[in-house]
């Protein structure tokens, strides 16, 4: 008898290796069947949303779209964040046209994204982005082994779109020409009910995409909404997820954590996970400077004052530094460098918010030495104000480096007699006693 070949294994063939697309391709077919009708979205009328919601530049994307046969709605956000009370940033478009129609339809647009293809339209600094209807189940939509969404270019039509969007608060569209919001997934009583929920099973929706758990995260703080107990039982598996994800998407998600004006709630949540970890694994996250550095941040922007990444990242990368500046072995090593570059494949920080960093890690020690010969210059130096602010934070909870900030913070506020008085009061440092020359040459001499 000859020996039988085993047959050829095939990932995409075996239903078992991927149980919930297997299913979801199933559903998909049963709604395809002839004669089956989608489903019939609740459409809302009773709303106050029409005059937040109506963005000039983003209406004249919707009328020119209409005007050429296709349908186009707001989506997303800007809906969500007008049911909210909060008025919307970002306008985003959705609609049945090819990206390259709209494209055509726009003299200053163009394609972007790969994962994620969409059409920026500009308006002079304004820019509305529009994306064509997707499917959440397509033989379009490629995946990794772990069911990670690595492109998606299955276009569908609207109620397909409706359930491939992340949370139901995010599934609702605005028609202005019928004032009417278009709601499939119950997304407006999620969000009378100040609840965030995903659309389908929250494991599938996470092995998607690891970076749903932080936009659930920062949704909760910027809306004070609370996040389904089913999405937060993955917080483990999802910290473990987010490593797959590219160091440089998470710099992008990292800012819009924590420059948003809410910095202070996001970290009280990430600290008490292990995503704190994932992302930041030399910080500590109970850290105290941390959470003043968050706060500080989030006030700095209420106020209208500038933020910048650079100055989170040396709060969240200090004790690091530090540790790797008491255990250098060789004094020509950086431990500042050392310290940035291990940072890079969990959260790629780019090079000039790593040199910010360093230089406000470097100015410390010039800080708390205080040398005579060099205090005016080093007030007049380029990060002496974030240093400064770095010392002042420090300081809220080191009782030993109070007196330290106190003392900058008197000295640049002082006349030239107020500054010399508190010159005085700085503690004499010993003076170096001179090797002489000639002596050492004498007693070698002798010896």
């Not at 400077?289 to 006030?299: C, F, G, H, K, S």
């Amino acid at each position: 008898m000859g020996k039988t070949t085993a047959p050829e294994y095939s990932a995409q063939k075996d239903t078992t290796a991927r149980p919930a697309r297997a299913i979801l391709k199933n559903m998909l077919k049963f709604f395809r069947r002839k004669g089956t009708k989608a489903p019939k979205p609740n459409r809302v009328r009773e709303h106050a949303i029409r005059k937040q919601i109506s963005d000039t530049n983003a209406l004249t994307v919707i009328e020119v779209l209409n005007a050429n046969g296709f349908q186009a709605y707001l989506v997303g956000g800007c809906v969500r964040d007008a049911l909210c009370g909060v008025k919307p940033k970002d306008f985003d478009v959705a609609t049945n046209a090819t990206l390259e129609t709209v494209r055509q339809l726009f003299r200053r647009s163009r394609i972007v994204g790969k994962r994620f293809p969409i059409v920026h339209v500009r308006f002079g600094r304004d820019l509305i982005e529009v994306s064509t209807f997707r499917q959440s189940i397509s033989d379009k939509i490629v995946h990794d082994d772990k069911g990670m969404i690595l492109r998606d270019n299955a276009f569908g039509t609207l109620h397909e779109d409706a359930f491939r969007r992340d949370f139901t608060a995010n599934a609702l569209y605005y028609d202005p020409n019928s004032d009417e919001i278009i709601d499939f997934v119950d997304g407006v009583a999620d969000i009378k009910r100040k609840l965030l929920r995903f659309i389908g099973d929250p494991k599938t929706r996470l092995a998607e995409d690891p970076v749903r758990m932080l936009r659930a995260i920062r949704f909760s703080a910027k809306l004070g909404f609370s996040i389904d107990q089913q999405i937060l039982n993955y917080t483990n598996e999802t910290a473990n997820s987010l490593k797959t994800v590219s160091p440089a998407r998470l710099f992008d998600e990292f800012l819009k954590l924590f420059l948003s004006g809410y910095a202070e709630q996001v970290w009280r949540q990430v600290r008490e996970t292990p995503i704190a970890g994932a992302l930041f694994p030399c910080c500590i996250p109970s850290s105290p400077l941390v959470l003043a550095a968050m706060r500080n941040t989030d006030e700095r922007i209420l106020s209208g004052a500038s933020v910048t990444p650079g100055f989170l990242i040396a709060v969240l990368l200090w004790d690091d530094f530090c540790a790797r500046s008491l255990d250098q072995d060789d004094p020509e090593d950086d431990p500042a460098f050392t310290t940035l570059k291990n940072q890079q494949s969990y959260v790629a920080i780019p090079r000039r918010f790593g040199t910010f960093a360093r230089e406000v890690w470097l100015i410390q020690e010039r800080l708390h030495k205080r040398n005579l010969k060099s205090l005016d210059r080093l007030a007049t130096h380029k990060r002496f104000r974030a240093g400064y602010d770095f010392l002042c934070l420090q300081a809220e909870s080191n009782e030993q480096i109070a007196p330290i900030a106190d003392w900058w913070t008197a000295f640049q506020t002082a006349d030239e007699f107020g500054r010399q008085t508190l010159v005085s009061q700085l503690p004499k440092t010993p003076r170096k006693r001179r090797r002489n020359r000639n002596r050492t040459k004498m007693t070698e001499k002798i010896q």
